[in-house]
């Protein structure tokens, strides 16, 4: 068999139109507090009801960095009385929202790259949730977008772009697909405990779409895929137990186990070593070293785990040109940040420079990718 050398020739990029700033959301919440807080003043008093506590901007910022973010909805997230997103059901016959979106990132990727629907044989629909179970994202967004071959959908929480890229670079390695399609629509604004003041602020929408092709096909000046590295580890440190099993179990839906939570301090602490190691260790199996590396490209979660990880792999402190940072504008958006974060900064790479491209999360789960450009 021949293997073909494979390469990201592209990536694109939809953002939602709407934006809340820690302002808004903050307000939001601080209301949302003062109700639920009146609404139980008498436990309050009697000591069986721990008053609620409001949030604030120094807050958010200190313990993540993020100034604000992009969302599908944001009416229903900053009404106090909701907490959520307020969406409008679609029939059976139009686009669901989730490939909507990716459909709209993956034609940016396309046009980036000069290619067309014909071009590609597979489309892999790679996010943190999936918004039903069937038929599958990815068909929708293959169908949608006049593509021949083959689409899945595949979850690997916050790693599942790298993960999707691992594989996409092998089906197109072995000849199997010529071009395949990784597209990644986070609408993570749906499974956040906007109630919850620890995690209220952290995630924010968006889709990312990542074309990868043969080296041969690839226009000038992609990026060439030297090697992928997956690795998992089973945690429960993050989880959300929402699922089709739910309503069996006569579950009601607000309860917070069916939403986003995390043991925020154990994850930093498990994961940040974890995520380090994982980069060194595949860098040397391809002969480099972090010192060696134009840029990393990782995952956007809390700006004190990329300074962690990168100051563990360069013995230093990052600048913003070596380790770049999107999450003060996006937010946490899951699997998509560290795409966001290469196809921010990806066109000042020359010619021959490497770069990795790291994601982790949920699981736990690390994926990296390192890149050369041609």
Known sequence: MTLH?????STGIYVPPEVITNEELVQSFNAYVQLENARHATEIAAGSFTPLVESNV????????????????????????????????????????????GVAAAKDALQRAGKTAADVDGVICAAANMQRAYPAMAVEIQGALGIQGFAFDMNVACSSATFGIEMAVNAVKTGSARAVLV????????????????????????CTAILVERLDTAPAGSFEVLGTKLQTSFSNNIRNNAGFM?????????????????????????????????????????????AGVRRFWLHQANLAMNQFISRRLLGRDPTAEEAPVILDEFANTASAGSIIAFHRHHDDIRSGEVGVICSFGAGYSIGSVILRRT
């Open 183 to 206: 597209v990644d629509p986070e609408i993570t604004s749906s499974h956040l405990a906007w109630k919850d003041r620890d995690c209220h602020f952290i995630f924010g929408d968006v």
């Open 246 to 290: 739910s309503r069996n179990e006569d579950r009601n839906p607000d309860d917070r186990d069916q939403l986003f939570r995390q043991e925020g301090r154990k994850v930093f602490k498990e994961v940040c070593p974890m995520a380090a190691e994982h980069i060194s260790t595949h860098l040397a199996a391809h002969g480099f070293t972090p």
């Open 5 to 9: 050398r494979v390469a990201i020739s």
């Open 58 to 101: 120094e807050f958010i910022e200190k313990a993540s960095g993020i100034k604000r973010r992009y969302v599908v909805e944001k009416s229903g997230v900053l009404d106090p009385t909701r907490m959520r997103p307020r969406l409008t059901p679609r029939s059976d016959d139009q686009l669901s929202m989730m490939a909507e979106i």
